[in-house]
């Protein structure tokens, strides 16, 4: 749809907040892991703590930044600002190919569920294998099947569609689906309560386990959960009033995040005290225990929206760089590779690219000064502080866990895996440089 004046339409302070909720969290899925590999109580206790370090921080240096440079390009536009092309050049490059990555994770996610509620690939199979194995299958014989990796590009192209129609489109679908996926949860809160007998806080800590090594563990998974808050900042000209409405935005959703993963599971772990059973179950089997079959199935369905609205909102924040076409295609080339693999290459490359957005909320304080900002970090140094160093540090953690978990020196996969994701950045603005100045000499 378009304004009046034939423009499209802008989103406004209900689109926004819809969309930023989209993108960092979309329903409590993904945390089952966090409560049996930790413990209830410390993973409780992590969920609702965290945010205090990492989704309130960066939240802060976002609205900060997007307040007083509300610019199409977000991140990546404030790094140039501050340090100059090249570093501009290294966030964008990041935070772009590093949803290139999570997108291929919940396009592979939203094919999973789907597969496990009981769809039959069989004659996708049939096709497959009928027309391509003498080429492919020595090439794509340890990966997922064809079945399932059609499936994922099917969903990457309809919600490249929606993209195409504009931020309005994304925004409103957004809002629909993310009421709808919340729904089973908010009939899990309710019967988890009503049937409440235990104390979701007992055991704090998984028997048998270091607190250290079920903390790190807990956290890893937890930082991937809270992550997300800087992406709708490339659609800054494409909001009313950034000003206004981002700062507003994160302080709506921040709360809203937090409730939706602390809230429904407190209440299961009340009514069900199974807590040994989270990552086998997953909340579809939680759901069944509590409910029965319908709230399960409405779970499955939740699950089925929460990927889709993860990759369809991330594919929205992409798409105002450059080349939403070509970004597709990159997710689903990398829709054939396993969900940890990706994930893994997303984490070296989101702690990366925060480290740098507190770098640049820490710089433009001092070179742009003078600059409106009609939000700004609370606490004035000292709260610019607080804001950027602990978030700061956390990521370094993040990045130390990646290449020495415990038991291990150094684990060289995440050494090639991590380095060679960081280093792609300069690699590619060496190639950069040499087409920009071909290009000069061409013309």
């Known amino acids: 749809m ?27 899925y993904g945390l089952e892991s966090l409560v049996s590999d930790s413990g209830p109580g410390l993973a409780l206790t992590v969920l609702l703590l965290l945010p205090v370090l990492w989704a309130v921080p960066i939240s802060l240096a976002c609205a900060e930044l997007g307040a007083a440079f509300p610019i ?23 935070s772009y190919v ?16 789907l597969k496990a509620w009981g769809a039959d ?29 059609i499936v994922c590009v099917a969903l990457i192209w309809v919600l490249t569609y929606l993209n195409v129609r504009g931020i309005r489109v994304v925004a409103d679908s957004a809002i629909v689906f993310n009421v709808l996926l919340l729904l089973p949860f908010v009939f899990l809160t309710v019967i988890g309560a009503l049937r409440w007998q235990h104390n979701p806080f007992i055991p704090f800590l998984a028997p048998g386990k270091e607190f250290g090594v079920a903390f790190s563990a807990g956290i890893m998974v937890a930082i991937w959960l809270y992550s997300g808050w800087d992406k709708m900042s490339t659609a800054s000209e494409e909001v009313e009033n950034p000003q206004r409405n981002f700062p507003l935005a994160l302080a709506l959703c921040v709360p809203m995040v937090i409730a939706t993963y602390a809230v429904p599971t407190a209440s299961t772990l009340g009514a069900l005290g199974n807590w040994q059973d989270w ?22 369905i939740g699950a089925l929206l929460s990927n889709a609205i993860l990759l369809e909102v991330t594919m929205l924040t992409s798409s105002r ?7 597709s295609a990159a997710c689903s080339v990398l829709a054939l590779m396993p969900f940890l693999n990706l994930i893994d290459i997303y984490a070296w490359l989101q702690m990366t690219s925060y480290v740098l957005i507190f770098a640049t909320l820490v710089a433009l304080r001092k070179s742009h000064a003078t600059t409106p900002r009609p939000f700004v970090v609370p606490g004035r140094r000292i709260g610019l502080l607080l804001a950027s160093v602990p978030p700061s540090l956390l990521a370094l953690f993040v990045m130390y866990y990646k290449l020495s978990p415990p038991g291990t020196f150094l684990d060289r996969g995440q050494l090639y895996l ?26």
């Open 2 to 28: 378009s304004a009046p004046n034939g423009s499209p339409r802008k989103a406004g302070l209900l689109q926004l907040s819809f969309l930023i909720y989209g993108v960092t969290c979309a329903g409590a």
């Open 72 to 94: 199409e390009g977000g991140y990546y536009r404030w790094s140039k600002i501050a340090f100059g092309e090249f570093w501009g050049f290294q966030a964008g490059w990041w």
């Open 98 to 113: 590093g949803n290139f990555v999570n997108n291929g994770a919940f396009a592979v996610l939203f094919a999973d569920y």
């Open 121 to 149: 690939y069989e004659w996708l199979d049939v096709l497959t294998r009928r027309v391509y194995p003498p080429l492919l299958d020595p090439v794509f014989g340890g990966l997922p099947g064809f079945n399932h990796w």
């Open 279 to 300: 990552s086998s179950l997953s909340f579809a089997g939680l759901a069944e225990m509590l409910g029965g079959a319908w709230l399960k199935h409405g779970m499955i």
């Open 321 to 327: 760089l450059p080349f939403l076409v070509l970004g």
């Open 418 to 443: 991590g380095v060679g994701s960081i280093l792609s950045g300069p690699a590619a603005y060496l190639v950069y440089l040499g087409f920009r100045r071909g290009t000069r000499s061409a013309g």
